[in-house]
């Protein structure tokens, strides 16, 4: 990435009430950083109608992300603008996912399979006993999901120490910039995940640390996964903000049950009598749930009389591990453009091994 073009686009996201739905629209209107850089701030605000750009301070904001970019390159700081190719594909199936992101760590954040497990900051030995199960037993059956947590304290915590131990990557989303680690207690798990993971904000290093920052990350610790698990919770607090907004994506929600009467047992109890999350009591309840499982042979034995080009069976193949995608994010991960993977997809619908799904989603038929 050109340095130029990195500090419009740091510059960007640093205009104060500009968020990345906005920084979307802009993108998409005007076509780069600069080019809206280069506007008069009367234009703007005559366009979007809005007022964060009646004191829209250019040279202020430009020195802002020239000071951006020499912390990220004194730390080894990696930056994903939501159109950079190794951006998230899960974030930019969100229109209002952060439009940045500052990476500390070498995983992979387009993992095929990915977890966000939250909970309560008071969690119980119970709650963080069930927590390290639940990982351990993934691990244990071969599984290598990338766990996503927000490294407060409770089961976040619980969520990515038992992923270091179990030999799984884990990613911390926080709700400060990567200068700094709250809480402070957790610096020397936060490198160990830098180490086996990775450490990522949507937040610059001179943007103020204020509550708003967490309830906002939640977002993104939704958005990055397939699936939201609540393992405790209160009848309110932020694993029910996760578990919300996961739902707003159309992402899977599951939960432990609790004992009538524990305090943080009632959100999780209340999350499944709404029908917001699936009831699980192990990772067999969770891999049924995801199709993660055993394959069925009806699949198999299809595919045994049907001849398919290469292409058709990496499609296949991607599939079976999923319980449903969309075009875009079976393009990413076959590699295969989408005007080629359209006909692809025609084809292995025609002879029925595939299902259109609402939304462009596919999945495979007959699981």
Same mark, same amino acid.
């Given at each position: 990435?050109?340095?130029d073009?990195?500090?419009?686009?740091?510059a960007?996201?640093?205009?104060?009430?500009?968020?990345?739905?906005?920084?979307?629209?802009?993108?998409?209107?005007?076509?780069? *950083?600069?080019?809206?850089?280069?506007? @008069?701030?009367?234009?703007?605000?005559?366009?979007f109608n809005?007022?964060?750009?009646?004191?829209?301070?250019?040279?202020?904001?430009?020195k802002?992300?020239?000071?951006?970019?020499?912390f990220?390159?004194?730390n080894g700081?990696?930056?994903?603008f939501?159109t950079?190719?190794d951006?998230?594909?899960?974030?930019?199936?969100?229109?209002?996912?952060?439009?940045?992101?500052?990476?500390?760590?070498?995983?992979?954040?387009?993992n095929?399979k990915?977890?966000?497990?939250v +909970?309560?900051r008071?969690?119980?030995?119970? %709650?963080? $006993?069930?927590?390290?199960q639940?990982?351990?037993r993934?691990?244990?059956?071969?599984?290598? *999901?990338?766990?996503i $947590?927000?490294?407060?304290?409770?089961?976040?915590?619980?969520?990515?120490?038992?992923?270091?131990?179990? +030999?799984?990557?884990?990613?911390?989303?926080?709700g400060?910039g990567?200068?700094?680690?709250?809480?402070?207690?957790?610096?020397?798990?936060?490198?160990?995940?830098?180490?086996?993971?990775?450490?990522?904000?949507?937040?610059?290093?001179?943007q @103020?640390?204020?509550q708003g920052?967490?309830?906002?990350?939640n977002?993104?610790v939704?958005?990055?996964?397939?699936?939201?698990?609540?393992?405790e919770?209160?009848?309110?607090?932020?694993?029910?903000?996760?578990?919300d907004i996961a739902?707003?994506y159309?992402r899977?929600?599951?939960?432990? @049950? %609790?004992?009538?009467?524990?305090?943080?047992?009632?959100?999780?109890n209340?999350?499944?009598?709404a029908?917001k999350?699936?009831?699980?009591?192990?990772?067999?309840?969770?891999?049924?749930?995801?199709?993660?499982?055993?394959? *069925?042979q009806?699949v198999?034995?299809?595919?045994n009389?049907?001849?398919?080009s290469? @292409?058709?069976?990496?499609?296949?193949?991607f599939?079976k591990?999923?319980?449903s995608?969309?075009?875009? $994010?079976?393009?990413?991960?076959?590699?295969?453009s989408?005007?080629?993977?359209?006909?692809?997809?025609?084809?292995?619908?025609f002879?029925g091994?595939?299902e259109?799904?609402?939304?462009?989603?596919? $999945?495979?038929?007959n699981?």
């Open positions: 990435m050109q340095e073009d990195l500090l419009y686009k740091l960007l996201t640093m205009i104060a009430g500009v968020g990345g739905a906005t920084v979307r629209k802009l993108m998409a209107h005007f076509g780069s *950083p600069k080019a809206i850089f280069d506007l @008069p701030s009367t234009r703007l605000e005559k366009i809005a007022s964060v750009f009646q004191n829209f301070n250019r040279d202020k904001i430009l802002q992300a020239e000071k951006e970019i020499e990220i390159n004194a700081i990696k930056t994903l939501y950079d190719s951006y998230p594909y899960r974030l930019n199936r969100c229109d209002d996912t952060p439009a940045v992101l500052y990476v500390k760590g070498k995983t992979d954040l387009n095929s990915s977890i966000s497990i +909970g309560t008071k969690a119980s030995s119970y %709650g963080l $006993s069930l927590c390290r639940f990982v351990f993934l691990a244990e059956k071969g599984y290598k *999901p990338l766990i $947590s927000g490294l407060a304290y409770g089961i976040d915590i619980c969520a990515h120490t038992a992923a270091l131990e179990a +030999g799984l990557e884990t990613v911390a989303v926080m400060t990567l200068n700094t680690v709250y809480p402070a207690a957790h610096g020397n798990i936060a490198k160990q995940i830098e180490n086996n993971g990775a450490l990522i904000s949507e937040y610059s290093v001179s @103020p640390v204020i920052n967490f309830i906002s990350r977002r993104t939704a958005a990055l996964a397939d699936v939201t698990v609540v393992v919770s209160a009848a309110k607090g932020g694993a029910l903000i996760t578990a739902n707003s159309n899977d929600v599951m939960t432990f @049950p %609790g004992r009538v009467g524990d305090e943080f047992s009632q959100g999780c209340n999350l499944i009598k029908n999350a699936a009831l699980i009591e192990s990772v067999e309840d969770f891999e049924y749930q995801m199709n993660w499982s055993a394959k *069925p009806t198999q034995k299809q595919l009389f049907i001849q398919l290469q @292409p058709e069976q990496e499609i296949v193949s599939l591990d999923k319980k995608e969309d075009i875009n $994010s079976i393009s990413f991960h076959t590699g295969i989408i005007p080629e993977l359209s006909v692809f997809m025609l084809n292995l619908e002879v091994l595939i259109v799904l609402p939304g462009n989603s596919y $999945s495979l038929k699981r």
